[in-house]
């Protein structure tokens, strides 16, 4: 079990930079402000697919053991299906947040498909979701929740004393760590003034010092959840992951309800 997880986490980290190389293409080029929904559908349809077809291959080809396991009870497809559960309920419900409560701005003039809550986006000032943000969002969170799994590991087993590493002060520290590290360093990268023609925050300071242990809260509910799947040589079936990527939506907006009452808007 271990060795497909860790194929499954290499795979994923191989296949990043094709998502991220795409992405900077289309903003550099001035495609992103031009194209229209179809052209965006299909880009972020594509960008997505290798996070699929890359761990799917990795393990066949370097876990022998798990070839002869029917398709669903595989660790990379019960892992891209948690990531979209929580993916697709951050980008409905959770971006209203950002609109709403840390001044972010989408600026898609290009787009006419939207999808999301109408009730959270009530007073969002006109803000709504491209739909093609849904499976663009897909690629950056596995990437990022790969990435995450490696550094938790990194800084309870390399940076943390012996004494408290396995504890649950500990645990917490590295989870805090990596998590807030995470959202912090994505706003930082992606708030650019290169990018603000798309995608902006009315406060990039308060953002990134405030705003990103909002966004922080999707990491801090969903990496111990994460880690679940298939843990202990348990293996899970594919509504057990359903499950607990709804639980852990649940606890993303607890958490997400917390922080705005504790910070409140940016």
């Excluded at 925050?201 to 679940?228: D, H, I, Q, T």
Aim: hydrophobic content about 50%.
């Amino acid at each position: 079990m271990a060795s497909e997880k860790e194929t499954t986490e290499r795979a994923i980290l191989y296949e990043s930079p094709l998502w991220m190389a795409a992405v900077g293409w289309v903003m550099l080029t001035g495609r992103l402000a031009h194209w229209g929904d179809f052209e965006l559908l299909v880009f972020s349809w594509a960008v997505s697919m290798p996070a699929v077809v890359f761990p799917a291959y990795m393990v066949r080809r370097d876990c022998p053991s798990t070839r002869k396991q029917p398709l669903h009870q595989q660790y990379w497809l019960k892992l891209n299906l948690w990531v979209f559960v929580v993916v697709c309920w951050g980008t409905y419900f959770g971006t209203h947040y950002f609109f709403n409560l840390m001044g972010m701005r989408y600026n898609f003039a290009n787009t006419r498909l939207t999808f999301d809550s109408p009730v959270l986006g009530a007073g969002n000032k006109g803000q709504a979701v491209p739909l093609f943000m849904y499976p663009l969002t897909h690629a950056y969170f596995m990437t990022y929740f790969a990435v995450m799994l490696k550094a938790e590991r990194l800084v309870r087993d390399r940076i943390l004393p012996r004494s408290v590493r396995d504890t649950i002060v500990g645990k917490g520290l590295a989870l805090v760590a990596v998590s807030y590290s995470t959202a912090y360093l994505e706003t930082f990268f992606m708030a650019t003034e290169i990018m603000s023609e798309y995608f902006r925050y009315l406060n990039r300071a308060r953002m990134l010092r405030l705003g990103s242990l909002g966004y922080a809260v999707y990491f801090m509910a969903g990496l111990p959840m994460v880690k679940r799947i298939d843990a202990d040589g348990e293996r899970w079936d594919l509504g057990k992951t359903l499950v607990e990527a709804a639980a852990t939506c649940v606890a993303i907006q607890v958490l997400l309800e917390v922080w705005a009452n504790v910070t409140g808007p940016l």
